[in-house]
T-cell receptor, first 112, second 117 residues
Framework: DAKTTQPNSMESNEEEPVHLPCNHSTISGTDYIHWYRQLPSQGPEYVIHGLTSNVNNRMASLAIAEDRKSSTLILHRATLRDAAVYYCILRDRFSGNTPLVFGKGTRLSVIA | DAGVIQSPRHEVTEMGQEVTLRCKPI?????LFWYRQTMMRGLELLIY????????DSGMPEDRFSAKMPNASFSTLKIQPSEPRDSAVYFC???????????????FGPGTRLTVL
């Protein structure tokens, strides 16, 4: 899997939007961009994924740059429950169910 | 669905003892993964199975670690003998190759926190 780069930590105020960046300059044309997060004392959980177009779901939005070399996970209104480590992971669409390769992720702190 | 179930949630043992961690994947999922998380190394894959068959065990640290999947609904990770450096949180995850709603999303269990004294 191609490498991703994320800031080590970010901080947000509660009920404000949060933009978590991820750089993946070596992304290939067949790589999906996946985001997982890990809440304290829990296993990682899937957040969202996309290929080229921006994506929305009930948890978040994913904005993908036109050249696909970067993406941003958007939490529209951060809550205390969103405090977690967020992982940006590239996965080849033809690789099947291969293991996830986790980097260090971004630790998001949410301030009340 | 109850999600991925792991037991025990916490295990404290003494060096040299055998430890067995258990995992029940989500029903219908045909892939099962074992990961380990430590402060130093983060989350790393140990081994994964497809249709109960081990596909890649290159992440298993050494011969003290073994994993089995006797059927589609149960897997074990055994450490014998255990050492203090094995202290970590061990996660089991499952997924399905069927694309659609879940695609290849992996669903993680709550983990087993292992402490080897």
């Amino acid at each position: 899997d191609a490498k991703t780069t994320q800031p080590n930590s970010m901080e947000s105020n509660e009920e404000e939007p949060v933009h978590l960046p991820c750089n993946h300059s070596t992304i290939s044309g067949t790589d999906y961009i996946h985001w997982y997060r890990q809440l304290p004392s829990q296993g990682p959980e899937y957040v969202i994924h996309g290929l080229t177009s921006n994506v929305n779901n009930r948890m978040a939005s994913l904005a993908i740059a036109e050249d696909r070399k970067s993406s941003t996970l958007i939490l529209h209104r951060a809550t205390l429950r969103d405090a977690a480590v967020y992982y940006c992971i590239l996965r080849d669409r033809f690789s099947g169910n291969t293991p996830l390769v986790f980097g260090k992720g971004t630790r998001l702190s949410v301030i009340a | 669905d109850a999600g991925v179930i792991q037991s025990p949630r916490h295990e404290v043992t003494e060096m040299g003892q055998e430890v067995t961690l258990r995992c029940k994947p989500i029903s219908g999922h045909d892939y099962l993964f074992w990961y380990r998380q430590t402060m130093m190394r983060g989350l790393e894959l140990l081994i994964y199975f497809n249709n109960n068959v081990p596909i890649d065990d290159s992440g298993m640290p050494e011969d003290r670690f073994s994993a089995k999947m006797p059927n589609a609904s149960f897997s074990t990770l055994k450490i014998q003998p255990s050492e203090p450096r094995d202290s970590a949180v061990y996660f089991c995850a499952s997924s399905s190759l069927l694309r659609g709603i879940s695609g290849d999303t992996q669903y993680f269990g709550p983990g087993t926190r292992l402490t080897v004294l």
